[in-house]
């Protein structure tokens, strides 16, 4: 045998097929990973939801269809609840509406400058009636938003006013005219935005909605002061986390990569705070300000922030959660059960004021996650989600209760109270 056949080798049969082995096992592993976070095995239902048996309640859930069926989000990815949330986080909105309004300044007793944004319905609401929703963004959002900006068209073309509060200092373009921006917990810019609207129209009644942490306010402000409830029909609060002290100590958690988020979220604070620094820090001291802006940039976390910068947080926010035990207008609280900024543990609070207040229903989605709840086949989602098909749904539910009702009811509430005068 020559030295040039002797260096001829061949493969052994057995190596292609091991090669294609790896291959499988090499896809089939990235498939269980995206099946895995993509959560594709999770099923379709409709909201879990908690209440008491009522005639309004049981009104309420016949003519909100939405509520009792199945939510189904886009299947490749919509199951996820980190995806929803990114994507709302990212784009707001699939093919976001412009609607026209009209932006009002009113100044506050401090100093400062709340401002809203007014938009007229674009024709007759369904009963005739003059209906004002009063709307809260999310923490350091504002009308400009694509989320809110989808919504408040969607409720215009019901026949619905809608004002939105623009949190203190999150405009890029409104300049701060006191050393204080929003916060977790003050009511006092949404409470002006509600004066005015009760003063402007006396005839029109109202619908309050809060996102996020913007529930957290609205239902705090209702149940502040009974007197703040005069004229409301309902409240829907969506996603919001119940108490801000609770939820800051599950933001320092790495499950549902929530440690994450919160870096996140501070990073955002910490832009905005920074683009107002000469109406925050301007009037202090040299060393003082020198002092809280280098804690500012070191800040990692909204506690941080809150410890260092906004140290009046604390004390506005104390007692949030305890302040929708006082709402007794007909609330609707709406959560996702896949929601990565809302901990597990703060839906104890829906779930038991639903149980023992019969105003109150309790929703939970299976998907939905933080301010998304997207609707779609498979890949695309719709213009429109389910938040705002519910928001829209219950408050038309109320207003027909409100039209219906027998005359010797003198309120939502007292649903049995015509059986009551009978006997």
Not at 134 to 161: L, M, W
């Amino acid at each position: 045998m020559s030295t040039h056949e002797s260096d001829v080798h061949t493969i052994s049969p057995e190596l292609p097929a091991m090669f294609d082995g790896m291959k499988l096992a090499a896809v089939a592993t990235v498939l269980y990973i995206l099946v895995r976070c993509l959560n594709l095995k999770s099923p379709t239902a409709p909201p879990d939801l908690t209440y008491q048996d009522t005639a309004l309640n049981r009104f309420l859930l016949k003519s909100c269809p939405q509520l009792t069926k199945e939510y189904i989000p886009p299947l490749l990815w919509g199951k996820s609840g980190h995806l929803q949330t990114a994507l709302y986080g990212k784009l707001g909105r699939v093919s976001s509406p412009h609607p026209s309004g009209v932006r009002k300044y009113l100044p506050m007793q401090d100093g400062a400058t709340a401002t809203f944004d007014l938009f007229e319905p674009m024709g007759d609401h369904r009963t005739g009636d003059d209906i004002t929703m009063v709307i809260c963004p999310g923490i350091g959002n504002h009308s400009e938003k694509h989320y809110i900006r989808t919504f408040v068209d969607h409720a215009q073309k019901d026949g619905y006013r809608c004002a939105v509060l623009n949190h203190l200092g999150a405009l890029p373009n409104i300049e701060l005219t006191s050393p204080r921006m929003f916060t977790y917990g003050c009511t006092w810019e949404f409470a002006a935005m509600v004066g005015y609207i009760k003063r402007t129209y006396p005839q029109t009644q109202l619908m309050v909605v809060g996102f996020s942490l913007g529930g957290n306010i609205v239902c705090k402000f209702l149940g502040e002061n009974r007197m703040n409830q005069e004229r409301v029909l309902c409240c829907v609060s969506v996603c919001q986390g119940y108490s801000a002290l609770r939820a800051q100590e599950t933001f320092l958690q790495w499950d549902q990569f929530r440690r994450f988020y919160n870096f996140l979220m501070a990073d955002n604070m910490k832009k905005i705070i920074l683009s107002h620094k000469h109406s925050l820090f301007g009037g202090s001291p040299v060393k003082l300000k020198e002092l809280d802006l280098g804690r500012l940039y070191t800040a990692t976390s909204l506690m941080q922030i809150d410890d260092n910068i906004m140290r009046y947080v604390e004390e506005q926010s104390i007692g949030d959660c305890f302040q929708c035990f006082n709402v007794n207008v007909p609330l609707l609280l709406v959560n996702a059960a896949d929601d990565p900024l809302v901990h597990n543990s703060l839906l104890t609070i829906p779930r038991t004021l639903a149980a023992k207040k019969p105003n109150v229903i309790f929703s939970l989605t299976l998907h939905g996650g933080h301010l998304g709840f997207f609707e779609g086949a498979v890949l695309f989602p719709q213009p429109l989600t389910w938040m705002d098909k519910v928001i829209v749904g219950y408050a038309n539910a109320m207003c027909q209760w409100e039209k219906q009702k027998p005359p010797c009811q003198s309120g939502p509430l007292s649903p049995s109270s015509c059986a009551e005068e009978k006997a």
